[in-house]
């Protein structure tokens, strides 16, 4: 919809998906999205819990550097995967609404 000329609607966009190719039309692609979540998560995760024992985080007082440093890498490590999964999915958007003109 943001790379076509057309203005429609959402749920005028929906009946033409739905009429195309049914309710399985609308999880077309999960699984370009789930392959850059799934890890993109567990990085996050993964580095969270390894920080929190290295810096000695407890959660029962509020130590600012400690949060600040925790929040910064675990976001980074999640970037890291999702940032590249995210450009891939555009791309192919990007190229199925050019073919389909």
Same mark, same amino acid.
């Given at each position: 919809m943001q790379a076509g000329q057309s203005n429609l609607s959402f749920m005028?966009?929906?009946r033409i998906l739905y009429k195309e190719e049914g309710f399985k039309r609308f999880w077309k692609g999960a699984n370009v999205v789930a392959s850059g979540v799934i890890p993109a998560h567990a990085a996050q995760f993964c580095m969270y819990e390894v920080l929190k024992e290295k810096l000695h985080y407890n959660n029962e007082e509020y130590e600012f550097l400690s949060t600040m440093t925790i929040g =910064?890498?675990?976001t980074f490590a999640h970037d890291f995967f999702i =940032?590249?999964?995210d450009v891939i999915k555009q791309?192919?958007?990007l190229c199925k609404q050019l073919t389909a003109r």
């Open positions: 005028k966009t929906a =910064a890498c675990t =940032a590249p999964s791309r192919l958007q």
